[in-house]
């Protein structure tokens, strides 16, 4: 029944607006301030919505907001669910299998991370290019539904090539702005590229588990956005990620990490990361 649950989801949620969303976007921890910057806006608690789960976590409000990006009209998730949580990987998809439901074609998945490579710091932004599930499941495990996808999706390029490049492109525009207005030099170079790894938390990683995960190819650890990119993958969408570096991991330095940490950096960086959004939504 899941796939009848999603389509009564998304008949709720068009009887609640008129826009008919063309890009969804799903915000991690401290990062929920953009959906407050949409135009036309309409929000709806998550306990509105037929068989959506409730956010538990700080940092995440737990609505959908329905609005305008620079005229473009898009769906965010203001927090998500997270496996942790002690949701269901169906429970934690299904966001994403009702935005599939409605016709969207195109997500864009951001969290907040911890950075495994020293280049990285907290308070700038990775552009995920690929990613490790370390989570001991796959998401998409037990009977199939062709009605959302193959039994066998493809995961060669779960991160689109060409919403990369745009990315890339608009992050460049803004951080030479930012040099023209004489802005410290430091703060152009605030977006990377690189491997996201997801666990399954809550607790945050061992060192010893971070040494791992560099030798794996880590660049960046969190506890969401796979499970979400590989069910839009399963329903053909175009998927791209951004990670918000708000800590180093754990044996990167002497400091000891807290979720506290995660929402202040997040609020840090708010403004280039709502700008960078709201350009690249508007090249979609």
Do not use: W
């Amino acid at each position: 029944m899941i796939y009848e649950n999603a389509q009564e989801a998304a008949q709720y949620i068009r009887s609640r607006s008129d826009l008919t969303p063309k890009v969804a976007v799903v915000l991690g921890s401290g990062l929920g301030a953009f959906a407050d910057t949409l135009e036309d806006a309409i929000s709806i608690q998550y306990k509105e919505i037929p068989h959506f789960a409730l956010s538990t976590v700080e940092g995440h409000a737990g609505r959908l907001v329905l609005g305008k990006a620079n005229r473009i009209p898009i769906a965010v998730q203001q927090g998500r669910f997270h496996y942790y949580e002690g949701y269901s990987m169906e429970q934690v998809m299904f966001p994403m299998r009702t935005f599939g439901v409605l016709g969207i074609r195109t997500v864009i998945l951001t969290n907040a991370a911890g950075s495994l490579n020293t280049e990285m710091s907290p308070g700038s932004l990775m552009l995920i290019s690929d990613h490790l599930n370390m989570m001991g499941v796959n998401p998409l495990r037990g009977p199939n539904d062709e009605r959302f996808g193959a039994r066998f999706p493809d995961m060669t390029n779960v991160y689109d090539r060409e919403l990369q490049e745009i990315i890339v492109a608009e992050a460049d525009k803004i951080a030479q702005e930012r040099l023209e207005s004489g802005a410290d030099p430091r703060l152009t170079d605030f977006l990377h590229r690189g491997v996201y790894c997801a666990l399954s938390g809550p607790t945050y990683e061992t060192p010893a588990e971070i040494r791992m995960y560099r030798l794996l190819g880590a660049d960046a650890v969190g506890m969401s956005t796979v499970p979400e990119a590989i069910a839009a993958r399963h329903l053909g969408m175009r998927v791209a990620g951004i990670s918000c570096i708000t800590n180093f991991a754990a044996g990167m330095t002497e400091e000891a990490i807290n979720h506290e940490e995660v929402m202040e950096t997040g609020a840090r960086v708010a403004s280039v990361f709502q700008e960078l959004l709201k350009r690249v939504i508007s090249r979609l």
